[in-house]
């Protein structure tokens, strides 16, 4: 896992059925950004935990991912 912050949503005109209702954030992570599915209800400005590869394809079942936010941190 690695953990990044959430800096805002991807406006999505359509996206795939295993991924409707879905929000996709864009989090920054270790210098750089990249687009997260959120499986954890989380928001702008949030510390999020990220699994990415394999383990984010398995996590999310058939949804086409490699990263999704599987936790909110505390603050």
């Known amino acids: 896992m ?3 912050v959430v800096t805002r949503q991807v406006a999505v005109k359509k996206q795939a059925a295993c991924m409707e209702n879905k929000k996709i954030f864009l989090v920054e992570l270790e210098g750089s950004s990249l687009a997260a599915l959120d499986a954890a209800g989380a928001e702008p400005g949030d510390s999020v935990l990220l ?3 394999n383990a984010a394809a398995a996590y999310c079942m058939a949804a086409p991912t490699d ?3 599987v936790a909110v941190a505390q603050k």
Do not use: D, P, R, S
Request: charge should be positive.
């Open 51 to 53: 699994v990415m590869g």
């Open 67 to 69: 990263a999704v936010i």
């Open 2 to 4: 690695k953990l990044g």
